[in-house]
T-cell receptor, first 116, second 115 residues
């Protein structure tokens, strides 16, 4: 099946620093999603990307859909302690309503620790 | 709306026992999904359902069964629990994915240990 490689696996940063993480795939995806998971909770959607080259922001978060459709990037600017958690990328293959049935392939996650 | 709810939050099973993980959503979503999350790994799809009475296997279905008798509920059944099924299980739901609507809403998870 499809595999997503997410890096880095973990990051330890100081409050106020910027953060970058990325996801690469051997397959082309038509949708890229970025989720955050707090301890003991389910993942929550941060940003969704639907078109190659698309750059989308959500507050201090910015994500990009790679031109090749095989990668995506997430940046967090001016990190704060509540940014702590696990960040997951997820890719979806087909167009919605097609045979993909909305199924997502997840990366392994990036564990972010922010020191005050 | 309560969103996606899961019960129980924690469970310890002995090898060979069986149990059902409950999942319910009150958002009138057609699509529902079960994932498992192992330490240091992303989520892997176990089963999914596109509507009441319709289910299909995901990436890792072995050892599990599902049913979807109503739009709201999507229970996951473990028969003959094995240590390899120790994991955190997440249920998710979404509207029928069309165009840009692909967001899946996740429940809080069930942490299962099989010893």
């Amino acid at each position: 099946g499809q595999q997503l490689n997410q890096s880095p696996q973990s990051m330890f940063i100081q409050e106020g620093e910027d953060v970058s993480m990325n996801c690469t795939s051997s397959s082309i995806f038509n949708t890229w999603l970025w989720y955050k998971q707090d301890p003991g909770e389910g993942p929550v959607l941060l940003i969704a990307l639907y078109k190659a080259g698309e750059l989308t922001s959500n507050g201090r978060l910015t994500a990009q859909f790679g031109i090749t459709r095989k990668d995506s990037f997430l940046n967090i600017s001016a990190s704060i302690p509540s940014d702590v958690g696990i960040y997951f990328c997820a890719g979806q293959l087909g167009n919605a309503g097609g045979t993909s049935y909305g199924k997502l392939t997840f990366g392994q996650g990036t564990i972010l620790t922010v020191h005050p | 709306n309560a969103g996606v709810t899961q019960t129980p939050k924690f469970r310890i099973l002995k090898i060979g026992q069986s149990m059902t993980l409950q999942c319910a959503q009150d958002m009138n979503h057609n699509y529902m999904y079960w994932y498992r999350q192992d330490p240091g790994m992303g989520l892997k799809l176990i089963y999914y359902s596109v509507g009441a009475g319709i289910t299909d296997k995901g990436e890792v279905p072995n050892g599990y069964n599902v049913s979807r008798s109503t739009t709201e509920d999507f229970p996951l059944r473990l028969e003959l629990a094995a240590p390899s099924q120790t994991s955190v299980y997440f249920c998710a739901s979404s509207y029928r994915p069309t165009g840009r609507t692909t967001e899946q809403y996740f429940g809080p998870g069930t942490r299962l240990t099989v010893t």
